[in-house]
């Protein structure tokens, strides 16, 4: 069974940062492309950031881009969100999720879907 948990969301005033966590479970890294997707109060679900370490690459949404980094630890067994500069529109349900790696360049826009999403974790900026 293929679970992803997240961890790391929490409260946190305009400006500052937070780093989410990601630990999946039941799949290997370099099959998949890793991503996070992020839900903001009465708005769809959006693709911010991916990873695809069999193709070392990685994905951004514009709403992001310079602002979050993703990345995984040596071991390949965490990937990590880490968000600087964070405004209240950064507000919202972060998912971690995988889809397999030859999907990889649709892993934020979701044109096939993703295949797997753990439950989420909030994240709230304050003014």
């Known amino acids: 069974e293929v679970m992803l948990v997240e961890s790391g969301g929490g409260s946190v005033q305009a400006g500052g940062s937070l780093r989410l966590s990601c630990t999946p479970s039941?799949?290997?890294?370099?099959?998949?492309?890793i991503g996070w997707w992020r839900q903001a109060p009465g708005k769809d679900r959006e693709g911010i950031a991916c990873?695809?370490?069999?193709?070392?690459?990685?994905f951004y949404a514009d709403s992001v881009k310079g602002r979050f980094t993703i990345s995984t630890d040596a071991n390949k067994s965490t990937v990590f969100l880490q968000m600087n500069a964070l405004t209240t529109e950064d507000t919202g349900v972060y998912y971690c999720?995988?889809?397999?790696?030859?999907?990889?360049?649709?892993?934020?826009?979701?044109?096939?879907?993703?295949?797997?999403w753990g439950k989420g974790t909030q994240v709230t900026v304050s003014s």
């Open positions: 999720a995988a889809i397999e790696a030859d999907y990889s360049d649709t892993c934020i826009d979701g044109t096939y879907g993703m295949t797997y």
């Open positions: 039941g799949l290997f890294f370099d099959d998949n492309a």
């Open positions: 990873i695809s370490t069999a193709e070392g690459l990685t």
